[in-house]
């Protein structure tokens, strides 16, 4: 089975501070996505990377960065956490478009941010 | 642009009932069609997914869906529904190739299975 592990379930941070939000699939797939979701908004899109190094941004970057170093991790940052972004994060990984089976995408089980 | 609506924001019916959640799509060519479900606190979950061939998809827990292109809808279904189902379910769409990277969600439907 296809495995999406977000190191942390449940994190308070104080406004202002970095936040370091860790992704890792173990399944060898060239896309990862992270997103936000919030009580009517649905999944909105942060940022996503189709390949090692490779990102681009999605609907909502602002306040948010990545990193992929390693096909396996894909880590989001926000650079000084504010209040306005306490949430569910949800990170996501794929094989690519074309992919024969159909490029499934498999999340993992949330991360529950609170900036206080 | 490809999009997914999921017009009803909640879906009421009550145990042992049939279950309908309506999905409708737009992509260009032919798209593959997803089905998640997400309880209260945890990730989504994949139900199941049309890529091609046969229009109605089995997937887990009992759940089926149908692919419909002339009417482009991927509609939920499920003959007798449990308490247990009550959830938020997603659909989801992803263009097959030479498309976006990007799958794009609806907005989430809430089942409520009352016994």
């Known amino acids: 089975d296809v495995k999406v592990t977000q190191s942390s379930r449940y994190l308070v941070k104080r406004t202002g501070e970095k936040v370091f939000l860790e992704c890792v699939q173990d399944?060898?797939?060239?896309?990862m996505f992270w997103y936000r979701q919030d009580p009517g908004l649905g999944l909105r899109l942060i940022y996503f990377s189709y390949d090692v190094k490779m990102k681009e941004k999605g609907d909502i970057p602002e306040g948010y960065s990545v990193s992929r170093e390693k096909k396996e991790r894909f880590s989001l940052i926000l650079e000084s956490a504010s209040t306005n972004q306490t949430s569910m994060y949800l990170c996501?990984?794929?094989?690519?478009?074309?992919?024969?089976?159909?490029?499934?995408?498999?999340f993992g089980e949330g991360s529950w941010l609170t900036v206080v | 642009a490809q999009s997914v609506a999921q017009p009803e924001d909640q879906v009421n019916v009550a145990e042992g009932n049939p279950l309908t959640v309506k999905c409708t799509y737009s992509?260009?060519?032919?798209?593959?069609l997803f089905w998640y479900v997400q309880y209260p606190n945890r990730g989504l979950q994949f139900l199941l997914k049309?890529?091609?061939?046969?229009?109605l998809v089995k997937g887990s827990y009992g759940f089926e869906a149908e692919f419909n292109k002339s009417q482009t809808s991927f509609h939920l279904k499920k003959p007798s529904a449990l308490v247990s189902d009550s959830a938020l379910y997603f659909c989801a769409v992803r263009a097959p190739s030479g498309g976006s990277y990007i799958p794009t969600f609806g907005r989430g439907t809430s089942l409520i299975v009352h016994p």
């Open positions: 996501a990984s794929s094989p690519p478009p074309g992919y024969p089976k159909g490029n499934t995408i498999y």
């Open positions: 049309y890529i091609t061939g046969d229009n």
């Open positions: 399944m060898d797939h060239e896309n």
């Open positions: 992509v260009s060519g032919n798209p593959y």
